[in-house]
């Protein structure tokens, strides 16, 4: 599978008529997980976001196992035994804990950073995580995942294959 995205428009395209430009909403935006793709030119698995408040795109550059662990959830598959990020969510049950969002916070030297946030008796938690791990929690868990523009400022997708970070 060829990985296509459309590039996000330019600024100017976003800028409202009159030359007022509104100001940029801060903080992370919330993102879809668009799909698992195989980029066919150097073959290897990539996750894809769309942020939901202005429609960029980020391809990250995943293993195999870690894009198993992210296409299983998104296409409705049930495993007939648990994946370990399955067994994670039903720990977290068990110990009365509960996953409440996840977010990419940050792209330096070609590896990306992540969060998961965990709520539970004795308050919140922070953990850092891959962020291929915390989408696949995520997924399951039917919470948020969020990204920091800073990530989509340096990690966009511009109709290029993605490059080959580590997670």
Known sequence: MTLLVAAAPERAQLA?????VAPRAIGPQEAEVVAVVMDARTETPAVVLEGKRDHRRLAMA??????????VPLHGITPPRPLTHDLFLTLFGRLQVSLTRVVIT????????????LAGAGGELTLDSRPSDAIALAIRAHVPVLVEDRVFDKGGVDGAAPRRPHI
């Not at 995943?62 to 296409?71: K, M, P, R, S």
């Not at 940050?106 to 590896?111: A, K, N, P, Q, T």
């Open 106 to 117: 940050d792209l330096r030297d070609d590896i990306y950073y992540a969060t998961v946030h």
């Open 62 to 71: 995943i293993g195999a196992a870690e894009a198993t662990g992210i296409a």
């Open 16 to 20: 409202p008529r009159g030359g007022d």
